[in-house]
């Protein structure tokens, strides 16, 4: 019922830049959050930043202060600008929604899952 789009994903250099994109669209009464997580080779999936339906963001430790969130609500679409990359930065940067859908004609919350884009932070 709702799909992620992502794109941006690339190499860049130790210090670097990129921004990375996320469109929802389908059939859905009301995105509450867009999120991005992220999976380096042999690790865990880790939270990187959301940001909710009313406007609030919140960052991972390891990312506040370098990583920006921001919205165009118009085109259901939230962008992460990465600044100052680092190495430790590289991983697959997943997007995530929490929306609201129809479901049997009753609003329930469900999540969903972007494909996925590769980040490589490198010299």
């Known amino acids: 019922q709702v799909q992620l789009v992502e794109s941006g994903g690339g190499l860049v250099q130790p210090g670097g830049s990129l921004r990375l994109s996320c469109t929802a669209s389908?059939?859905?009464?009301?995105?509450?959050?867009l999120a991005w997580f992220r999976q380096a080779p042999g690790k865990s999936r880790e939270f990187v930043a959301q940001?909710?339906?009313?406007?609030?963001?919140d960052y991972g430790d390891s990312v506040e202060d370098r990583f920006t969130l921001f919205a165009d609500a118009d085109k259901n679409t939230v962008y992460l600008q990465m600044d100052n990359l680092r190495p430790e930065d590289t991983a697959v940067y997943y997007c995530h929604g929490e929306a609201l859908v129809l479901k049997d004609l009753a609003p329930v919350e469900d999540t969903y899952w972007g494909q996925g884009l590769e980040v490589t932070v490198s010299s």
């Open positions: 389908g059939k859905f009464l009301r995105i509450n959050a």
């Open positions: 940001m909710s339906s009313n406007g609030s963001k």
